[in-house]
């Protein structure tokens, strides 16, 4: 089981403690999603073809239940974002199949943060 993520989940920032047991893959790309600042602390993305996102995989090897479970309550999954599976790519062009939190509400187009400015650093 492998996760994507692209804002305060990753290396060096607030929440990465939560995947802190977990191997970490690398670097990666997901297709068909946009990046958005949706709050002063955090990201978000949203479905929209042509574009592509910069994060980091994951693959959850210790608690993988419990630590999806943990993901989903900090990223009020059903609510604020929704966990969906995609496919991720890395550095050597291979895909993953992972999960990702889907931001369930409205961007604002002036907080789109395009690919070049990528990945979000807070």
């Known amino acids: ?10 290396q060096n920032h607030r929440a990465n403690f939560l ?3 977990q191997k970490y893959i690398g670097p990666g790309e997901i297709y068909g999603f ?3 600042k949706v709050s002063n602390w955090y990201p978000g993305v949203v479905p929209r073809e042509g574009d592509r996102v910069k994060g ?11 630590t999806l ?3 989903d309550d900090y990223e009020g999954e059903g609510s604020l974002y ?8 890395d550095q050597k ?6 999960f990702v939190y889907v931001y369930n ?16 650093r807070g």
């Not at 089981?1 to 990753?10: C, P």
């Open 1 to 10: 089981m492998k996760v994507f993520v692209y804002g305060t989940l990753m």
């Open 19 to 21: 995947l802190s047991r």
């Open 34 to 36: 946009s990046l958005y």
């Open 56 to 66: 980091e995989i994951y693959e959850l090897i210790h608690e993988a239940e419990k």
């Open 69 to 71: 479970t943990r993901l």
């Open 82 to 89: 929704q966990r969906i599976l995609t496919k991720a790519v």
């Open 93 to 98: 062009g291979e895909e993953h199949e992972v």
């Open 105 to 120: 509400g409205t961007v604002d187009e002036e907080k789109y943060i395009p690919y070049e400015q990528q990945p979000w």
